[in-house]
């Protein structure tokens, strides 16, 4: 096999991790230091079997051989062995780290190195005196032939060191080896002794596994020359060959008492490039990047008296590609939503179904945690169409991440399912920003809140301003494909708000994002993340004036996870990922939020008229006097239609959080799973039934005077209009149980009374909120002849748009998965959901509301992928029907309590209205439960 794709890397490394490693005791070396050089070959088929035998595969670590780093005969490359040779203690490290690395890789499937065999067949690798500040390579190398002539190895190594001459460099690559002491020229496993030594001493010793960690990662490389997918792939950038094996390597020696998360949690700078800490404005690939390099590194850069601009070019090409290892341990290890860790000592290929002779399998399920999807991603096969896509884009992307888009596609991911990057991008996203608090469970040194988010964004996130009577405009700068951009804000607590809702002291907001430039579909491709989630994408409409499209969110929770850690502010992303890889562009975006609150202040009371009893006697009805007002209260987001915009302002603890929770399962912004937090959850996660039960009952048995409701009527104001409305009116409303005896002379219990002696003024008009003053004067009232009402009602509204009717009918994504939270598949994947199911399902109920099954278009580009037609076709020659509705319900319930009922994250609540959709469609829900196999006679 030639060297012209992985092995042609410089030697790098600066890789490690914190937490002490106690000096192991030596243990006995099964092939010790050894000055045999004979022999040495690469062969796969021994090294496969020095990789299976049990026990573990042989080692033989040399201390004492010369290397040219790097490969070539140039003298600057040659690099000395020890003069202090390795000592027994650290043989046993280095042996130990072997064993317990290749019983980790061996167990997830993983196939031989590709290193040298001597006699024996053990793999040989080599600790030399590395340059200053190199941990260690796997990559071209050879021996050092100046034995050839007989000098020792004190004078040899002299001589590297002072790079003298001592013969002519043509002669001596052509004489004969007569010692047997030169190593053939190939692929070799070099470690640096000094470093290895380094890392036990002050200020080092704070990370004193990075030496273990760097020959676990130099393993991998070792071990890609063979892989059997990745000998298609081509040119592999660092952010996926450096990135992915950096992240896997640190888990690898856990068995040794190393636990990465633990060092994680330090915080120190040390452990930076292995939690990952790198910027994710800038794309995923880092195919452009800017000229200098994030605040955390160039602090240190300036303190030791550097340039920036100097530095900026080996830290893209270098350090970044190393600090992708966050996103790659999303994907494929503990981080990932889903967990499913399999015994160890897989047999080999078990999990990698394209390995030659296997491909008739077909793709196996894509089993997340542990690192379970490292090797069938690594046997995943590049293919004309990969190299195709990325030359579409060649700006942004390459072959490897439209492979890693179709791999994720067509191996049935329990979360990713069919959506590829689409989905897995933003989520890790959203992921990341929440990391210190969820995974690290520390906010120590560089996982501070500012310096966290300083090293995720080196464009900074601003932090804007936001009170209850106002709202924000932001632009954010340009977001290049499969990149991020963040905000920063603190939501305004409520004033004034009653001990039991307590989880409802902070107001829903509207966020509204307008795609400015881009594809027609750009808005697609924008995902917002907010409290370690991912909002579902609904309806878009199009921008009043310009190009693009407008989608909003409303009712979102938008308190911090961790209000103290976080200095109380939300901290917002906006995520570039478009539903295929290769139509991702830069984009530019308008961020609008709104704070969803009101207020009302004074009182009103209602005077009824006399009114006739059963013997025509006049019977004088008592007054009635409003609640109390004088607080603030969450408002709903109003929609702005061609007639009336109706605003309402609840004054009412009971109906406030029946209202906020119908609102969130109809928006689908509440589905969220549970995260770590330092408050009571909020939405339908937290909804107990039975508290939700005796909620209600307590709203629907008035006993005392509630529910004061005022409602705001404005007629249509068009965007952008401020100052004065006229036509408004306020309607006021409450329950009185003193009317109850009255009830049988027409007279209700529910008191109404409307004014049109209003004043407006608006103060914000935009295309996501509406924010004004109002004061409504009862007496005042045109229809109020009779003085029946009196009082007046001031107070203040902020809400966002909820939809703009006369912006032209609401379209839905394109990829209808989207219109569901991506916490709402990481929640059905966990109770053993189809993923990949549920986004078929989607796609068939809108394709009904749209005319019909046949509406939508199969995505062509997707492998893996069908157009579904209908039951019979998904389950061959098994009968799939249903004698009535009623059966279809039976089997409706059954299907979610085997497969959701008691996840974590989905509640009775939730349940419920999941219930409800699918009754919506009612053939798109028989066609679901024949594809999972809930019909008559299935033996459900």
């Known amino acids: 096999m030639g060297l012209d794709r992985l092995t042609r890397r410089r030697m790098l490394g600066w890789l490690g991790a914190g937490s002490a490693l106690p000096l192991l005791h030596p243990a006995p070396a099964r092939a010790d230091r050894s000055t045999e050089l004979r022999n040495l070959r690469w062969d796969q088929r021994l090294a496969e079997d020095n990789w299976r035998r049990k026990g573990g595969p042989l080692w033989v670590v040399h201390d004492d051989v010369p290397m040219y780093w790097g490969g070539g005969r140039a003298l600057h490359n040659r690099r000395p062995g020890l003069t202090a040779p390795l000592t027994a203690a650290e043989r046993g490290e280095i ?91 190939g692929v070799h496993l070099m470690m640096s002794a000094p470093m290895l030594r380094v890392y036990r001493q002050p200020p080092h010793n704070d990370h004193p596994w990075a030496p273990q960690q760097t020959l676990a990662h130099e393993m991998i490389h070792a071990i890609d020359q063979y892989a059997p997918g990745m000998t298609t792939w081509g040119k592999v950038e660092g952010w996926c060959g450096e990135g992915s094996t950096h992240a896997i ?259 829903m907001v509207t966020i509204t994002v307008t795609a400015l430039n881009g594809p027609a579909d750009a808005i697609d491709h924008i995902h917002v993340g907010l409290r370690g989630g991912v909002l579902a994408n609904h309806l878009s409409q199009p921008v009043r004036s310009g190009q693009g499209r407008v989608r909003r969110w409303i009712n979102v929770d938008a308190r911090p996870l961790f209000r103290g850690r976080t200095r109380g502010e939300t901290v917002l992303t906006l995520i570039n990922s478009a539903p295929r890889p290769e139509q991702g562009r830069p984009l530019k975006l308008r961020v609008h939020i709104a704070v969803q609150v009101g207020s009302a202040n004074g009182q009103c009371s209602y005077h009824p008229l006399p009114v006739p009893n059963q013997n025509g006697h006049m019977v004088t009805i008592p007054s009635s006097v409003s609640p109390p007002t004088g607080r603030q209260a969450p408002t709903l987001a109003v929609e702005r239609g061609i007639d009336d915009i109706e605003i309402s302002i609840v004054q009412d603890a009971d109906l406030v959080e029946l209202i906020g929770i119908a609102s969130l399962s109809s928006t689908g912004t509440g589905l969220e799973i549970q995260r770590d937090s330092d408050g009571r959850a909020a939405g339908l996660a937290s909804v107990d039934t039975a508290g939700l039960q005796a909620r209600a009952a307590r709203v629907a048995t008035v006993t005392t005077k509630s529910r004061l409701i005022i409602t705001l009527l404005l007629p249509r104001v068009e965007p952008g209009t401020l100052g004065a409305v006229s036509g408004a009116r306020v309607r006021a409303e409450w329950i009185d149980p003193a009317y109850r005896p009255y009830a049988s002379l027409g007279v209700p219990e529910a008191v109404s009374m409307e004014t049109d002696a209003v004043q407006v003024m608006l103060t914000s008009n935009s295309e996501g909120s509406l924010i004004g003053t109002y004061a409504a004067n009862f007496d005042a009232a045109s229809d109020n002849p009779d003085r029946a009402f009196r009082g007046r009602i001031s107070g203040k509204f902020s809400m966002g748009i909820v939809k703009d009717e006369a912006g032209a009918d609401g379209e839905l994504p394109k990829d209808k998965t989207a219109i569901m939270p991506t916490d709402f598949f990481i929640a059905a994947a966990r109770a053993g959901f189809d993923a990949a199911m549920i986004g078929r399902m989607l796609d068939q109920a809108a394709s009904g509301a749209d005319g019909g099954a046949g509406g939508a278009e199969p995505d062509s580009g997707d492998a893996g992928q069908r157009n579904d037609q209908g039951s019979s076709q998904l389950l061959g020659t098994r009968p799939c029907t249903f004698r009535d509705e009623a059966e279809v319900r039976e089997y409706l319930d059954l299907f979610l309590k085997r497969n959701l009922a008691g996840a974590p994250g989905v509640s009775p609540a939730h349940l419920a209205e999941l219930r409800r959709s699918y009754l919506q469609d009612p053939q798109g829900l028989r066609m679901m439960l024949c594809e999972a196999g809930f019909f008559p006679g299935s033996g459900k």
């Not at 190594?157 to 004969?176: G, H, Q, R, Y």
């Not at 293919?383 to 191996?411: M, S, Y």
């Open 95 to 185: 042996q130990a780290s072997l064993s317990a690395a290749s019983a980790y890789f061996r167990g997830r499937g993983l196939w031989t190195p590709k290193l040298p065999l001597g006699d024996g067949n053990a793999f040989h690798i080599f600790y030399v005196d590395a340059p200053e500040g190199i941990m260690g390579g796997t990559g071209p190398g050879a021996g050092d032939p100046l034995n050839e002539f007989g000098i020792g190895r004190r004078l040899r190594n002299e001589a590297i060191k002072w790079e003298v001459f001592f013969s002519d460099l043509e002669k001596l690559k052509t004489t004969p080896d007569t010692t047997e002491r030169e190593v053939p020229e």
């Open 249 to 507: 390597a640190q888990f690898a020696l856990r068995k040794l008492g190393h636990d990465p998360v633990k060092s994680y949690a330090k915080g120190i700078r040390n452990v930076l490039k292995d939690i990952g800490a790198r910027p994710y404005d800038v794309t995923l690939t880092l195919s452009e990047v800017p000229g200098r390099i994030p605040e955390f590194l160039a602090e240190e850069t300036r303190a030791n008296g550097g340039k920036e601009s100097e530095r900026a070019k080996s830290f893209w090409a270098e350090n970044a590609t190393y600090l992708t290892c966050s996103f790659w341990r999303f994907l494929m290890q503990e981080e990932a939503p889903v967990r499913q860790v399999s015994a160890p000592l897989l047999p080999q290929g078990q999990v990698a179904p394209f390995l030659p002779g296997q491909a008739a399998r077909g793709p196996a399920p894509t089993v997340p945690g542990d690192f379970e999807m490292f090797a069938p991603f690594r046997s995943f096969r590049m293919i004309g169409e990969d190299r195709a896509r990325a030359a579409a884009n060649k700006r942004w992307i390459d072959p490897v991440l439209t492979l890693l888009d179709r791999f994720l596609r067509t191996h049935p991911h329990p979360v990713w399912g069919a959506t590829g990057l689409y989905r897995s991008f933003p989520a890790f996203i959203a992921h990341f920003v929440e990391w210190p608090d969820q995974i690290a469970k520390s906010r120590k040194g560089y996982l501070a809140h500012d310096k966290w988010l300083g090293a995720l964004f080196m464009d900074g996130v601003p932090l804007l301003e936001i009170g209850p009577g106002q709202d924000i405009v932001h632009e954010p700068a340009m977001i290049p494909p499969l990149a991020a951009r963040a905000l920063r804000f603190k939501v305004p607590a409520i004033e004034g708000m009653t001990a039991d809702l307590l989880e409802n002291d902070y107001p």
